[in-house]
Nanobody, 124 residues
Framework: QVQLVESGGGLVQAGGSLRLSCAAS????????MAWFRQAPGKEREFVAA????????YYADSVKGRFTISRDNAKNTMYLQMNSLKPEDTAAYYC?????????????????WGQGTQVTVSS
């Protein structure tokens, strides 16, 4: 059974930084795609970034490109999202997701496994 556990959320001022972590267990993730999504109150869940565990190739939403960096640590089975230059509009619950595959994908419906989420609040 795949388990994904997010951590690292919190309250930060605009312009600040946070690093989210997603600890994965239950499988060998060498041929998985993993991603971050977020959902703000009253809004639909949206794609943030994705990474291929095998190739390391990445894919970002335009809204975070240049500010956020997705990465993974194979030895720790952990994915990260480094978020810099945070804006109030980045406030949301952030979720990690995983699915077998090689090519990073922004389509949330292809991801079979999801974490419980971690809250990020950016104050102005």
């Amino acid at each position: 059974q795949v388990q994904l556990v997010e951590s690292g959320g919190g309250l930060v001022q605009a312009g600040g930084s946070l690093r989210l972590s997603c600890a994965a267990s239950g499988r060998t993730f060498s041929r998985y795609v993993m991603a971050w999504f977020r959902q703000a109150p009253g809004k639909e869940r949206e794609f943030v970034a994705a990474i291929s565990w095998s190739t390391g190739s990445t894919y970002y939403a335009d809204s975070v490109k240049g500010r956020f960096t997705i990465s993974r640590d194979n030895a720790k089975n952990t994915m990260y999202l480094q978020m810099n230059s945070l804006k109030p509009e980045d406030t949301a619950a952030y979720y990690c997701a995983a699915d077998p595959g090689v090519v990073p994908d922004r389509n949330q419906y292809r991801y079979a496994y999801w974490g419980q989420g971690t809250q990020v609040t950016v104050s102005s």
